[in-house]
């Protein structure tokens, strides 16, 4: 009989489905902030262990600051331009989040062109070279040995745009697009120590971090070495990877030292900004959800409690003392709420192996294990939501007792 009058009490709820739509509620408010602060720690271990994976970090092209000495001395004998010393690249490198940092290397080799002979085109050039690990980009024939007679050479995008869109129409030039400009020819000649060596070079990329005409290094090094005319003194601009390029200590850094860099969106800086987006997002709408889910939960056992006032008197009659009707009520309440944690958490183990997944083939190494403030936030949530809900039952249950079972809050 008692089983029976405990099924009354909670028929109500189980016929209309509110406690369906609480246990749904939870478990997507549950499965919010626990991939949430998942992703976030992901991103974070991610970075924090930047310091070895080529491509996590950020490259800064940076110079000095052209200030108005430099240009007072324009037309001085003893001219030189800003350019950076021993002393100011070991002071880079003693940075902290600074991983490596390389000075461009400027051709010290003679050499003559022409990108057509027949269209009676030529260019006066220059070349510049860094490590490809600093570069953004490496294409396709981004690769020179001894005896080859190609050479492949990436220029700035910046080029190309300002002559598309700027010096084409003061001078009613037609426009190249970067296919056509791959295919044009560039005969380069190279003279030094009365020798010459003709090559022909081609245009195989374009880069949108480096203001410059880029050549592989290996080249430039072999070129330098046996056509140059000795190193370049002065190291006009250095390229610098670190960990977070928008780190504000960074920024203040370069500040400090007169220096500028050539702006691009630092990529680890917008990483750590789409984590903690995530992050606040996540959370605030898993906190709505599992907030809105114990309301439900608490105001469906109320009306479930209210409905079948008839059926708790006669089971307090009958010896139910007001905690054995609460422990009854409650896990009644448990089956709903462990069963919307358990699908939500093999949701989420799911998601984060597919985040985990996403990353790696990116080439962001990323733990497969769960972080454990994931773990202690989905620990707290449910038990907030069941310490917040054995409450309400304890209070409507002891009201209904000592009311004599007429007046049930």
């Given at each position: 009989?008692?089983?029976?009058?405990?099924?009354?009490?909670?028929?109500?709820?189980?016929?209309?489905?509110?406690?369906?739509?609480?246990?749904?509620?939870?478990?997507?408010?549950?499965?919010?902030?626990?991939?949430?602060?998942?992703?976030?720690?992901?991103?974070?271990?991610?970075?924090?262990?930047?310091?070895?994976?080529?491509?996590?970090?950020?490259?800064?092209?940076?110079?000095?600051?052209?200030?108005?000495?430099?240009?007072?001395?324009?037309?001085?004998?003893?001219?030189?331009?800003?350019?950076?010393?021993?002393?100011?690249?070991?002071?880079?490198?003693?940075?902290?989040?600074?991983?490596?940092?390389?000075?461009?290397?400027?051709?010290?080799?003679?050499?003559?062109?022409?990108?057509?002979?027949?269209?009676?085109?030529?260019?006066?050039?220059?070349?510049?070279?860094?490590p490809?690990?600093?570069?953004?980009?490496?294409?396709?024939?981004?690769?020179?040995?001894?005896?080859?007679?190609?050479?492949?050479?990436?220029?700035?995008?910046?080029?190309?745009?300002?002559?598309?869109?700027?010096?084409?129409?003061l001078?009613?030039?037609?426009?190249?697009?970067?296919?056509i400009?791959?295919?044009?020819?560039?005969?380069?000649?190279?003279l030094?120590?009365?020798?010459?060596?003709?090559?022909?070079?081609?245009?195989?990329?374009?880069?949108?971090?480096?203001?410059?005409i880029?050549?592989?290094?290996?080249?430039?090094?072999?070129?330098?070495?046996?056509?140059?005319?000795?190193?370049?003194?002065?190291?006009?601009?250095?390229?610098?990877?670190?960990?977070?390029?928008?780190?504000?200590?960074?920024?203040?850094?370069?500040?400090?030292?007169?220096?500028?860099?050539?702006?691009?969106?630092?990529?680890?800086?917008?990483?750590k900004?789409?984590?903690?987006?995530?992050?606040?997002?996540?959370?605030?709408?898993?906190?709505?959800?599992?907030?809105?889910?114990?309301?439900?939960?608490?105001?469906?056992?109320?009306?479930?409690?209210?409905?079948?006032k008839?059926?708790?008197?006669?089971?307090?009659?009958?010896?139910?003392?007001?905690?054995?009707?609460?422990?009854?009520?409650?896990?009644?309440?448990?089956?709903?709420?462990?069963?919307?944690?358990?699908?939500?958490?093999?949701?989420?183990?799911?998601?984060?192996?597919?985040?985990?997944?996403?990353?790696?083939?990116?080439?962001?190494?990323?733990?497969?294990?769960?972080?454990?403030?994931?773990?202690?936030?989905?620990?707290?949530?449910?038990?907030?939501?069941?310490?917040?809900?054995?409450?309400s039952?304890?209070?409507?249950?002891?009201?209904?007792?000592?009311?004599?079972?007429?007046?049930?809050?």
């Amino acid at each position: 009989m008692s089983k029976q009058l405990l099924q009354k009490v909670y028929h109500p709820v189980k016929r209309n489905g509110t406690m369906l739509a609480a246990s749904a509620g939870f478990g997507i408010g549950l499965l919010f902030v626990l991939f949430a602060v998942q992703f976030y720690f992901d991103i974070q271990n991610t970075l924090r262990k930047a310091g070895g994976k080529k491509g996590l970090y950020d490259v800064e092209i940076v110079y000095k600051k052209v200030e108005v000495a430099n240009s007072l001395n324009l037309f001085s004998k003893n001219f030189s331009a800003a350019g950076f010393t021993q002393n100011d690249i070991e002071t880079i490198r003693d940075f902290k989040g600074v991983h490596a940092i390389v000075p461009f290397r400027l051709n010290t080799f003679n050499f003559s062109t022409d990108l057509n002979e027949k269209l009676n085109i030529y260019a006066d050039l220059f070349f510049e070279s860094v490590p490809d690990n600093f570069l953004d980009t490496i294409p396709d024939g981004w690769f020179w040995n001894i005896g080859d007679t190609v050479v492949p050479v990436m220029m700035s995008r910046d080029f190309l745009d300002l002559y598309n869109f700027n010096v084409t129409i003061l001078y009613d030039l037609p426009q190249v697009s970067p296919e056509i400009l791959r295919e044009i020819p560039l005969h380069l000649t190279l003279l030094g120590y009365g020798d010459t060596l003709p090559l022909e070079a081609r245009i195989v990329g374009f880069s949108q971090r480096v203001p410059s005409i880029i050549i592989p290094d290996n080249f430039m090094r072999w070129a330098n070495r046996n056509y140059g005319r000795g190193p370049h003194k002065n190291i006009s601009k250095i390229a610098v990877q670190l960990i977070d390029a928008s780190d504000p200590a960074w920024l203040h850094f370069l500040e400090e030292n007169k220096l500028e860099t050539r702006n691009e969106t630092p990529k680890n800086g917008i990483l750590k900004q789409m984590a903690t987006l995530v992050l606040s997002l996540g959370s605030v709408m898993g906190i709505v959800f599992t907030a809105l889910s114990i309301l439900i939960f608490v105001l469906s056992l109320r009306l479930s409690i209210v409905q079948s006032k008839k059926e708790l008197s006669l089971l307090i009659i009958i010896g139910y003392a007001p905690p054995i009707l609460t422990k009854n009520l409650f896990r009644f309440l448990l089956r709903y709420a462990l069963g919307s944690a358990i699908i939500a958490c093999i949701l989420f183990i799911l998601l984060h192996l597919t985040l985990v997944w996403w990353m790696n083939k990116l080439g962001m190494s990323a733990a497969s294990s769960v972080h454990y403030l994931s773990i202690v936030a989905g620990i707290f949530l449910l038990a907030l939501a069941l310490i917040v809900n054995y409450f309400s039952i304890r209070k409507s249950v002891f009201n209904c007792y000592y009311s004599g079972s007429d007046n049930i809050n």
